[in-house]
């Protein structure tokens, strides 16, 4: 049983203090310590929130319904230096084709920044010359597209040619970026990552990373409240491989459950990443099974939404999971 699992169950009489839980917050009041009669009320909405499976996201035009099967974004990377995948769609009639061949993705997230451990920062115009075209087409063909950038230009630029969601791997470190999400209505991802990711993967050292990550998402979906996003927008991510070793990656997806506690939707990315090469010594190429071991475990754990290279495949794996949830 999780730990908040675990605390969710306890007698109220032995209720443990709220000290060693940092990550009981709910509604913005975090529970430090008091009586078991003091608390009830806290830990009922956070029994609440931590129950809620059925989510609708509105987005301009429609709605993303969480609650039945796991979604999948498609990632879409229209760079020369992703870590898996780059250079190969960095034309954009490539990345088209690409993405409408992405059978059964519910969401296309398309990026022209690589976010690799000690990648190099692209331009505004550049990022935005890489990825317009490419989210027009799609957005044109009726696809359901997100941006991947932590940039408010290409972000607005990325809205106007049809994106209607914005995946922030800062989650609103820029308030402009939160300003523009606020404006254009989408909603947002917001994901957890300790650093930057020139120094992100430089010895990554957490007290409790799980609580650490909860704590952080929890002061981002505030930024988030306090432009004008609302909750209803609002999805989150712990940011598998960003400033984390393999052993805090792997203890993330172990105690993904605790984050239902934060009450909205769990996005989550481990395609292809370097844990998985570190468990199995496979390179990049070669990940493919050991993503979708890392997928079912991440639906059969609560992940509302996995953001994959290997659509199809792992579509069927996520597909599996959600029969034996
Ligand atoms: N991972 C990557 C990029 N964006 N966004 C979210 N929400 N969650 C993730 O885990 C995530 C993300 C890194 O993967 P990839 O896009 O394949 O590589 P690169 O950043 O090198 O383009």
Redesign the pocket.
């Known amino acids: 049983m999780s730990r908040v699992a675990r605390v969710l169950h306890a007698p109220d009489a032995t209720l443990p203090r709220a000290a060693s839980l940092p990550w009981m917050i709910h509604d913005g009041r975090r529970i430090r310590t008091g009586t078991a009669a003091q608390l009830r009320p806290d830990f009922r909405g956070l029994l609440r929130d931590y129950r809620r499976r059925d989510f609708v996201v509105p987005y301009p035009g429609g709605s993303l319904k969480f609650g039945g099967r796991t979604l999948v974004?498609g990632?879409l990377?229209v760079?020369p230096?992703?870590?898996?995948?780059?250079g190969l769609l960095l034309d954009p009639e490539r990345a088209v084709a690409a993405g409408l061949a992405m059978e059964g993705a519910d969401v296309l997230?398309v990026?022209g920044?690589?976010?690799?451990p000690g990648?190099d920062p692209v331009s505004t115009d550049e990022e935005i010359r890489r990825v317009e075209p490419v989210v027009r087409a799609l957005a044109r063909r009726g696809r359901l597209v997100s941006i991947?950038t932590a940039k408010p230009a290409v972000a607005r630029a990325a809205f106007a040619a049809g994106a209607r969601i914005l995946?922030?791997?800062t989650a609103l470190a820029d308030p402009d970026l939160a300003r523009e999400a606020a404006r254009a209505r989408v909603p947002v991802?917001?994901?957890h990552m300790k650093g930057t990711?020139r120094t992100m993967q430089r010895n990554p050292i957490y007290g409790d990373v799980v609580a650490e990550i909860v704590d952080f998402l929890h002061g981002r979906m505030d930024r988030a409240l306090s432009v004008g996003i609302p909750r209803a927008r609002i999805?989150l991510?712990?940011?598998?491989?960003?400033g984390k070793s393999p052993d805090h990656s792997l203890e993330i997806l172990r105690r993904l459950e605790e984050f239902r506690s934060l009450g909205r939707p769990v996005?989550?990315?481990?395609?292809?990443?370097s844990f998985i090469g570190h468990v199995l010594g496979r390179p990049v190429g070669e990940r493919r099974d050991g993503t979708a071991a890392t997928v079912t475990a991440a639906v059969l754990r609560g992940a509302d939404m996995i953001?994959v290279?290997d659509v199809r495949e792992m579509a069927d794996a996520a597909r599996m999971a959600d029969r034996m949830k």
Not at 113 to 116: G, I, K, Q
């Open positions: 974004m990632v990377n760079t230096d992703s870590f898996s995948d780059g997230d990026g920044e690589s976010t690799r990648a991947d995946n922030d791997v991802v917001l994901m990711p999805l991510d712990p940011g598998i491989g960003f996005v989550v990315g481990t395609s292809r990443k953001r290279h």
